[in-house]
RNA sequence: GGUGGCGUGGGAGAGCGGCCGAAUCCAACAGCCUGCAAAGCUGUACAGCCCCCGGUUCAAAUCCGGGCGCCACCUCCA
């Protein structure tokens, strides 16, 4: 079983019971008012790799992940250009989509909107009024945070301290500062939901919690999302269920920051890279193999340079696969126990891996076989290094990497390529290194492979 | 003020009590291979002790105490 490291604990724990038939994972989704950035990319990379070892592993899991459809974000956008809220979040979900898709991101198993789920928000903050411990203001409905005995659990700090430390200024009808908005009165020209205490819209935090509770349940195993979701999100939405009564998710994980220089990425420091602008320049698979060389809970540099050099790890990857002709691994999840391959490397691969989702590790491990797989092809082993190439390729093929052994090669290069055997079979050696010039020129790598021009990109 | 995290070779980044004079990837250099290359392999260099000081231990990069530096969170944020 997947071991990850739970913030309500502060220890590395298994996430679900040894013989759980069904995994239920959480994972928090994005608010859809603009591109996603390269933070969005990892902590979605890093939660669908969690995914993909409990399938290899053998495990069904539940993976639910929300799109937020309504919030402040997206009526401002919408005001600015003056076209409707629906539109926005329509927009930039399918620009979502399209960027996982090209990562290789399996989509979840069910992706809730928020404004499909406003009737049982009402009903829950309904609910919290009824038990005293949510309160009308003249804006909202707020949860009073004091009636959670055990609220600062994940933020790992007791209420007072919390409140100690508070940066919010605004004085107003709360009784605390830490309290939060459930439900905000409607606004003239903004979306608005009826409710018995009044028109208006649910607050963020509490989307969350009715939508993984009505798909998973109660107790369900694992809630995941970004380090800053931590506190005040999931702290928050941790709070409605306890105060309802309700128990939440046995496991808390969070993954760490895209950094840019010493910074955080992030949209208020506008020091971001768009996703999209990314997988317009790069090959997708070099930032999962970027997110992959680096453990999820550290803070991971992106720069050019980090890039460039899992492009150059990557070649590496698909040279093997287009030496020894390694079949392309289907497309989806892969289950380890139906393909066969050394038990040795896969134990030692799954051990790294259920151990706090160690991919470093377990990529340093797939990087040896890489090597034997070489130097057996070296000394004329072509079985043996068959077999440790398909070992190479569906251990990757868990972390969602997808070998490719071949290239399209159109028909100039192509028979720039034929002349170009026939002159090293003639030994007219410069018209053969002209020709190789050209088809460099044309952006094919070169290489000869017995007697024969071999190109790829 | 509080909380969490981080500090390992040129870069990235594992290891978290002995197998560590430190994995793995990228970059560099040399050799082999090649008509020449590319790919691949092999080797070398780069961490004289893993931020500093003190301690525990037969044994510490790994544990404890104290520093220093950096990041984040306590407001929206993945």
Redesign the pocket.
């Known amino acids: 079983m997947l071991n990850l490291h739970d913030t309500a604990t ?1 220890s590395i724990r298994p996430i679900a019971p040894e013989g759980a038939p069904v995994v239920s994972m959480y994972v ?1 989704g ?2 859809v008012y603009d591109l996603p ?4 990319g ?2 979605v990379l890093v939660w669908d790799i969690a995914r993909r070892v409990l399938l290899a592993t053998g495990h069904d899991v539940r993976f639910v992940s929300n799109i937020t459809d309504i919030d402040d ?1 997206i009526i401002n956008r919408a005001t600015e250009e003056g076209r409707s809220e629906a539109e926005v979040a329509a927009e930039f979900e399918e620009r979502w989509f399209e960027a996982l898709d090209a990562l290789s991101v399996l989509r979840p198993t069910e992706v809730p909107h928020a404004t499909a789920y406003v009737e049982e928000m009402v009903a829950l903050i309904g609910r919290l009024m009824d038990r005293g411990v949510a309160y009308r203001t003249s804006d909202g409905v707020y949860l009073d945070v004091s009636a959670v005995g055990d609220y600062g659990l994940l ?3 007791p209420l007072d ?2 409140r ?5 200024v605004t004085i107003d009808e709360k009784r605390s ?2 309290d ?1 908005v459930l439900w905000k009165d409607a606004k003239d020209g903004e979306p608005s939901w009826d409710a018995p205490f009044g028109a208006g819209r649910p607050g ?1 935090h509490t989307e969350c919690v009715v939508m993984s509770l009505n798909l998973l349940g109660e107790g369900f195993d694992l809630h995941t ?9 999931h702290e928050n939405e941790r709070a409605q269920a306890v105060a309802d009564g309700k128990v939440f998710a046995n496991h808390w994980a969070h ?5 840019v220089g ?7 420091l506008k020091n971001f890279t768009s996703l999209t602008d990314l997988l317009a320049t790069h090959d997708a698979r070099a930032y999962r193999l ?1 997110c992959v ?3 999820y ?5 992106v720069t050019a ?2 890039i ?3 492009e ?2 990557l ?2 990857l698909d ?2 696969a287009r ?1 020894l002709d390694v079949p392309e691994l289907p497309a989806g999840p892969v289950v380890l126990a139906s393909h066969g391959v050394d038990p040795d490397a896969v134990s030692a691969f799954v051990t790294a891996l259920e ?2 989702l ?1 991919t ?2 377990a ?2 491990q797939v ?2 076989l ?2 034997a797989a ?2 057996a ?2 000394d004329g082993d072509l079985q043996g290094a068959q077999a440790l190439a398909w070992t190479v390729a569906v251990l990757l093929g868990v972390l969602g990497i997808r070998l490719r052994a071949t290239t399209d090669v159109d028909e100039d290069a192509a028979a720039l390529a034929a002349s170009r055997d026939a002159a ?1 079979a003639a030994k007219d ?2 018209e ?2 002209r020709l ?1 010039g050209a088809l460099e020129a044309l952006g094919y ?5 017995g007697g024969a021009t071999t190109l790829h990109r």
């Open positions: 502060g928090c994005p608010t950035h390269l933070g969005h990892r902590y974000n933020a790992g700090q301290q919390l100690a430390g508070a940066r919010i500062p830490l939060f963020w999302g970004g380090q800053d979701l931590k506190f005040p999100h993954s760490g920051w895209v950094m010493a910074e955080k990425m992030s949209k208020s970027l060389q680096s453990h809970r550290a803070p991971l540099e340079e980090t460039a050099a899992a150059a790890a070649l590496r040279n093997l030496r151990d706090d160690d470093p590790r990529f340093a990087a040896t890489v090597s070489n130097t092809a070296d090293r050696w410069s053969a290194d190789r790598i070169v290489e000869d492979r």
